[in-house]
């Protein structure tokens, strides 16, 4: 059987998906001009030199570090979107008014590059968005209207949701993202794991959780990066992803605003969980930009055997 011409799996594009989709017209465009961004992202990645801020090239030019070009490329396009009202950034920590108008506009958090010490030894790292309607950042990650990452790999794959699904896209050699996993699901429980932080500070109930995954088999898979980490478990549909509270770090590590948020979005969409280990991460109230919280995020019968024991035995 012929095709239409452009109906193909391959041929969507990610513009194409979201209309198809029925997305509203200024979200759709705000999702694309991040992936226009991702597009100057991963070219500084691949080309770039890797230098440290505020040291000089080879011609006596000031040189950036890529997290800091990242959250410029990326910021500057959102500054330009004509759609967004206020953005905050994991690279510079403080709210970024753009227009005073909420009514129709989106407001955006964003981790520009995810991982970044992982880029000098050349494994992956990503950017990972939450988007708001109207002005409000500090509000339970349940109010997402959209959350998304692109992962800097191998391949360079886009990965989003509105709320209709999880969809992945890869891009091509023109540089275009196009549809190669739609509406991805997870299984009820997992054989990997990804554990954060150092093990001789877990608390008794995460060092449990641990042991008993080992005894079920689960295989230990852990990058650095947290965007690779959850892209394996969500396109693999299965594991569970942990970076607990510590001895000496009761929040754990990872950020709600740009870390936590969009991807417990992402994951429950996708038919997983992500808890806190006493409570679900999208309802977590934030009181600041750069609040912490320990996370348990993946397949469902997993999360709830982490929330059992951290109940439990703490
Ligand atoms: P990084 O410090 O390299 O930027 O929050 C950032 C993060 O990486 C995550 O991407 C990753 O999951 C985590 O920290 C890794 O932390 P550890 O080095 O403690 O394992």
Redesign the pocket.
């Known amino acids: 059987m012929t095709s239409e011409p452009g109906k193909t799996k391959f041929q969507i594009d990610l513009r194409r998906h979201l209309r198809e989709n029925g997305e509203d017209r200024d979200l759709t465009r705000l999702i694309c001009e991040i992936a226009e961004a991702s597009k100057y992202i991963v070219n500084s990645i691949r080309t770039g030199d890797l230098g440290v801020a505020g040291t000089s090239n080879l011609y006596g030019e000031q040189q950036l570090a890529l997290d800091v070009l990242s959250d410029r490329i990326l910021r500057k396009r959102l500054y330009h979107s004509g759609v967004v009202a206020n953005l905050v950034s994991e690279e510079t920590n403080d709210i970024v008014p753009i227009s005073t108008e909420c009514e129709g506009r989106y407001s955006v958090a964003f981790?520009p590059l995810?991982?970044?010490?992982?880029v000098d030894v050349n494994l992956a790292?990503?950017t990972i968005v939450a988007i708001y309607e109207g002005c409000e950042l500090l509000q339970p990650g349940r109010n997402q209207v959209a959350a998304m990452y692109i992962l800097y790999g191998p391949r360079t794959t886009l990965v989003y949701s509105t709320g209709r699904g999880v969809h992945e896209f890869a891009m091509n050699s023109l540089m275009e993202y196009t549809l190669t996993r739609e509406n991805v699901t997870m299984q009820a429980a997992g054989g990997i794991y990804s554990p954060?932080?150092?093990r001789n500070k877990y608390t008794p109930g995460t060092e449990k959780l641990v042991s008993q995954l080992e005894e079920k088999g689960c295989k230990l898979r852990?990058s650095?990066?947290?965007?690779p980490?959850i892209n394996q478990i969500l396109m693999k549909g299965k594991g569970l992803?942990l970076?607990p509270h510590l001895h000496g770090a009761p929040k754990g590590?990872?950020?709600v605003l740009y870390?936590l948020n969009p991807m417990a979005y992402l994951i429950e969409q996708a038919g997983g969980a992500a808890s806190t280990g006493l409570g679900r991460i999208l309802d977590l109230q934030p009181e600041a930009i750069d609040d912490r919280s320990p996370v348990f995020i993946g397949c469902k019968e997993d999360v709830a055997l982490a929330e059992e024991l951290i109940r439990t035995l703490g």
């Open positions: 981790d995810d991982g970044s010490s992982l790292v990503g954060g932080g150092q852990y650095g990066g947290f965007v980490d992803f970076y590590k990872l950020r870390e």
